[in-house]
């Protein structure tokens, strides 16, 4: 299984990007899914959650401006993120549980994709 993430760039404060994670091998089903961040000189932090059933979780500093979605159908997850400001300039990852066709689930890290937002 693999997960890829993509649709970072560089971006004007106040602008959108919308981040994609496409979950991609022998899978069975996406599980909980979850977005990080981790700016230059700091630690990896949680932006956002979304459950098997969509419901969604957000980090107090994206609440009201980002907004997580899924297509299980595509195995693909989304982070909608509006209102951007320079403080959300960081690396993004995706990170999910995924239960193969083999009936095990495990849990896996996607590749970065790089967000940034000039002021």
């Known amino acids: 299984v693999q997960l890829q993430a993509s649709g970072g760039g560089l971006v004007q404060a106040g602008g959108t990007l919308r981040l994609s994670c496409a979950a991609s091998g022998s899978i069975f089903r996406l599980n909980n899914i979850a977005w990080y961040r981790q700016a230059p000189g700091k630690q990896r932090e949680l932006v956002a959650t979304i459950s098997t059933g969509g419901n969604t979780n957000y980090a107090n500093s994206v609440a009201g401006r980002f907004t997580a979605s899924r297509d299980n159908a595509k195995n693909t997850v989304y982070l909608q993120m509006n209102s951007l400001k320079p403080e959300d300039t960081a690396e993004y990852y995706c990170?999910?549980?995924?239960?193969?066709?083999?009936?095990?689930?495990?849990?896996?890290w996607g590749k970065g994709t790089l967000v940034t937002v000039s002021s």
């Open positions: 990170n999910a549980f995924v239960t193969g066709r083999d009936g095990s689930t495990m849990n896996y």
